[in-house]
Nanobody
């Protein structure tokens, strides 16, 4: 299973970005998809999570501004980020947990995409 993330970039405060992460390979099922971020000198933290049932969970700092969604047919998870703030600047990583084609559990990370918000 491979993950390909895209959509990062440089944006001014108050702007928007949309991140995408597509999983490919032998996938039997996906249990959860998430976005995490890591700012310089800080630990990686959960930004948003969506389960196979559609339940979502957000970090308090992004509630009301970010929206996680998925397209099951495309094996893609999205993170719509609105009203961006300089403190949202970080490398964003997608994470996918599921079961592969030979019924083994997997937990994979994307390569990371840089989001920079200027003030």
């Amino acid at each position: 299973v491979q993950l390909q993330a895209s959509g990062g970039g440089l944006v001014q405060a108050g702007g928007s970005l949309r991140l995408s992460c597509t999983a490919s390979g032998s996938i039997f099922s996906i249990n959860a998809r998430g976005w995490y971020r890591q700012a310089p000198g800080k630990q990686r933290e959960l930004v948003a999570l969506i389960t196979s049932g559609g339940s979502t969970n957000y970090a308090d700092s992004v509630k009301g501004r970010f929206t996680i969604s998925r397209d099951n047919a495309k094996n893609t998870v999205y993170l719509q980020m609105n009203s961006l703030k300089p403190e949202d600047t970080a490398v964003y990583y997608c994470n996918v947990r599921g079961v592969n084609g030979i019924l083994l559990s997997f937990d994979y990370w994307g390569q990371g995409t840089q989001v920079t918000v200027s003030s």
